[in-house]
């Protein structure tokens, strides 16, 4: 009730300011972070040579602010008297892109990029297998878990009411297929046949809530669907 148009953007920073400190104690917003209303998310200008400079924008989540923060942080290192004494008319662009690469790669020389190997499903499939068999002999793919080779990690998908629902995904290591397979037999043990045959049109959105829960609280008991979340059924 007390936020107004003209007070928008300090009543979002004193939420965030609160939200950030029961994660991170003593936190700080950093100076130069704007909230945008129309773009919904935190803005990052910092002057540069009289002039601002975006230094882009930023969800409104833990991870982003306190990406926000970091960017923050390297451009004030990085931007120091002597760096703004050597700014001259001819090397004022120079200058930009200098600050620019410098912030982001954290003061560091550019290092010469090694292009990762990708490989493919039949490959990942063998290398994973291997992988699990020395810990588990007998270790089979659980149906659903496909090779992600864009992404080189491996996603997980189910057919629910006729459309495929993605249980997320999983990197290629003995954990993250140990996880994967968890999810699946989790998954499977709560959609069962029985549960198939009650799902209509009018309460899919109920049904999922409800097998969700039922998945959840076996990992973490007490567990509740957050408010304000709802099954997009397209």
């Not at 068999?133 to 080189?152: A, I």
């Not at 069962?192 to 799902?199: G, L, R, V």
Request: glycine fraction near 6%.
């Amino acid at each position: 009730a007390t936020i107004t148009e003209a007070n928008v953007k300090e009543k979002m920073k004193e939420l965030t300011k609160a939200y950030m400190q029961e994660d991170e104690p003593g936190w700080e917003l950093p100076s130069g972070m704007e909230w945008n209303e129309n773009a919904q998310c935190w803005e990052l200008s910092k002057e540069f040579n009289g002039k601002m400079l975006s230094l882009g924008c930023y969800g409104y989540s833990i991870a982003g602010l306190q990406k926000a923060a970091f960017v923050a942080g390297r451009f004030d290192a990085v931007y120091t008297k002597e760096f703004k004494a050597a700014i001259t008319e001819d090397n004022v662009e120079e200058k930009r892109r200098e600050i620019k690469e410098r912030f982001k790669l954290n003061v560091k020389p550019r290092a010469k990029k090694r292009k990762a190997r990708t490989i493919d499903n039949a490959e990942a499939k063998k290398i994973a297998s291997a992988m699990m068999q020395k810990v588990k002999p007998g270790w089979e793919f659980p149906s659903g878990l496909s090779w992600h080779k864009g992404g080189q990690r491996w996603e997980f998908k189910k057919s629910v009411n006729g459309k495929l629902l993605s249980l997320g995904c999983y990197p290629n290591t003995i954990e993250g297929l140990q996880m994967a397979a968890f999810v699946a037999r989790r998954f499977d043990a709560e959609y069962t046949e029985e549960f198939k045959a009650t799902i209509t049109e009018a309460n899919v959105k109920e049904m999922m809530k409800v097998i969700a829960i039922a998945m959840m609280q076996k990992v973490e008991p007490g567990w509740e669907l957050p408010s304000g979340m709802e099954w997009n059924e397209n």
